[in-house]
Nanobody
Framework: QVQLVESGGGLVQPGGSLRLSCTAS????????MGWYRQAPGKQRDLVAV???????NYADSVKGRFTISRDNAENTVYLQMRSLKPEDTAVYYC???????????WGQGTQVTVSS
């Protein structure tokens, strides 16, 4: 069973930055697309950023131009650089495969991001 460990979240003021990391316990080399998802209180979990093995990226409109996703297959790690954070970015952030389901219904513990003054 794979383990995903997300880290890097915290409390930040509006306009601030954070860098999230997600490390898998097994190789992600063969996984074509990895993504970051987020879930705000009372809302569904949404995909916000995707990165492929070829380096192509795609973003939800709400984060486009502010977030940058990347991956390091040698380290089995996916990153999310977040800039110009807004209160509406407050959520628990998770990484997983895209589409979801490569590892069954497994989710890591996520990392909490809170944007507030």
């Amino acid at each position: 069973q794979v383990q995903l460990v997300e880290s890097g979240g915290g409390l930040v003021q509006p306009g601030g930055s954070l860098r999230l990391s997600c490390t898998a316990s097994e190789s992600i080399f063969s996984i074509e697309a990895m993504g970051w998802y987020r879930q705000a209180p009372g809302k569904q979990r949404d995909l916000v950023a995707v990165v492929t093995n070829g380096g192509s990226t795609n973003y939800a409109d709400s984060v486009k131009g502010r977030f940058t996703i990347s991956r390091d297959n040698a380290e089995n790690t996916v990153y999310l650089q977040m800039r110009s954070l807004k209160p509406e970015d407050t959520a628990v952030y998770y990484c997983n495969t895209v589409p979801f389901g490569r590892w069954g219904t497994y989710w890591g513990q996520g990392t909490q991001v809170t944007v507030s003054s």
